[in-house]
């Protein structure tokens, strides 16, 4: 069966196990594998995975990890109506948020502060400071 499933367009989602993994690392995978057992959450693909990769394929680490029954495949989920852009997003709104002109200096401190800690996390050491800097020096949202 998993000969026919496309790795890298499926979804991935932890079992159980792989949540047990996670905290016993009792199977032996790989820093590799394990990364990207952290990082399957149901919502990435095998493709948005690759990129957490090294430059390594995903592919033999995804058959390993489903495999070993870390991860399983999601189902795949079809909307009922996609919505268009003009539908999601209303007059520069995305999902709710309020206008950008209306928020303080100190919200979009905060905002900065995310946004820097969570390229700190996400990227690597030589590959995040343009992004750090370029944020840093915003002026509005």
Same mark, same amino acid.
């Not at 496309?6 to 993994?21: I, S, V």
């Not at 199977?27 to 095998?46: F, M």
């Not at 996609?82 to 979009?108: C, F, K, M, V």
């Given at each position: ?30 820093? *590799? ?15 948005? *995975? ?92």
């Amino acid at each position: 069966m998993l000969e026919t499933i496309d790795l890298l367009g499926a979804r991935f989602a932890k079992t159980e196990l792989g949540q047990q993994e996670i905290q016993t690392r009792s199977l032996g995978l790989t820093p *590799l594998a394990r990364r990207l057992l952290i990082l399957v959450n149901g919502q990435k693909s095998g493709q948005d *995975l690759a990129m957490f990769a090294g430059g390594a394929e995903v592919e033999p680490l995804l058959r390993e990890l489903l495999d070993k029954g870390c991860i399983e495949v999601c189902p795949i989920q079809i909307p009922a109506k996609p919505e268009t852009p003009a539908e999601s997003a209303q007059a520069g709104e995305i999902d709710g948020l309020p206008d950008a002109a209306t928020r303080s200096a100190a919200e979009n401190e905060m905002a900065r502060n995310f946004m820097i800690n969570t390229v700190n996390t996400v990227f690597g050491q030589h590959s995040r400071l343009t992004l750090i800097e370029t944020i840093a020096r915003a002026q509005g949202t």
